[in-house]
T-cell receptor, first 113, second 115 residues
Framework: KQEVTQIPAALSVPEGENLVLNCSFT??????LQWFRQDPGKGLTSLLL?????REQTSGRLNASLDKSSGRSTLYIAASQPGDSATYLC????????????FGEGTQLTVNP | EAGVVQSPRYKIIEKKQPVAFWCNPI?????LYWYRQNLGQGPELLIR????????DSQLPKDRFSAERLKGVDSTLKIQPAELGDSAVYLC?????????????FGPGTRLTVT
């Protein structure tokens, strides 16, 4: 059974700092990996989707990398802003599970002004 | 373009009572998902529909949970009777199709509190 782990569980940083969120998964037979953002009381917003054949994806100040063989992904946020404060979730899609996403527990990020 | 719509946003009920959640996916999205998210955890899939057909309901507690998507558009998830452990956020998501490379778009969720 696929297990997804996110470290750290919570992170508090001053505004302007660069930061890295980590995601690891136990079964490397994945189709793709997706990073989401969740604001309190709201649904999930997709940030980046990385196909298993890709090494990284970039969107603005966000960069996600994928090392499928070692079961790891990182989300890099440059020049963090208070508006980045949210919970960040990573999810993997198994090759054998169709469209089912397996989520980690998330990293709760607070960026202090 | 309207996103995934869910109602109600919040629901408080006493245990043993029934409850129902409604979801309207993005127009044209054939695949619909219901997830449950417990506090401090990531969402877990309950059921996936391809049009009207439930194609993955292996994680749906069928003794008390039921779902339907009669016309292949909007969907209802029901719990009867509710238990204290059912308190969670119930998220609906949709995608264009079942293919693995289609992104899933999530609604705001329904926060259920069972007292």
């Amino acid at each position: 059974k696929q297990e997804v782990t996110q470290i750290p569980a919570a992170l508090s940083v001053p505004e302007g700092e660069n930061l890295v969120l980590n995601c690891s998964f136990t079964d490397s037979a994945i189709y793709n990996l997706q990073w989401f953002r969740q604001d309190p009381g709201k649904g999930l917003t997709s940030l980046l989707l990385i196909q298993s054949s890709q090494r990284e994806q970039t969107s603005g100040r966000l960069n996600a990398s994928l090392d499928k063989s070692s079961g790891r992904s990182t989300l890099y946020i440059a020049a963090s802003q208070p508006g980045d404060s949210a919970t960040y979730l990573c999810a993997v899609r198994q090759e054998t599970s169709g469209s089912r996403l397996t989520f980690g527990e998330g990293t709760q990020l607070t960026v202090n002004p | 373009e309207a996103g995934v719509v869910q109602s109600p946003r919040y629901k408080i009920i006493e245990k043993k009572q029934p409850v129902a959640f409604w979801c309207n996916p993005i127009s044209g999205h054939n695949t619909l998902y219901w997830y449950r998210q417990n506090l401090g955890q990531g969402p877990e899939l309950l059921i996936r529909y391809e049009n009207e057909e439930a194609v993955d309901d292996s994680q749906l507690p069928k003794d008390r949970f039921s779902a339907e998507r009669l016309k292949g558009v909007d969907s209802t998830l029901k719990i009867q009777p509710a238990e204290l452990g059912d308190s969670a956020v119930y998220l609906c998501a949709s995608s264009l199709g079942p293919a693995e490379n289609y992104e899933q778009y999530f609604g705001p969720g329904t926060r259920l509190t069972v007292t």
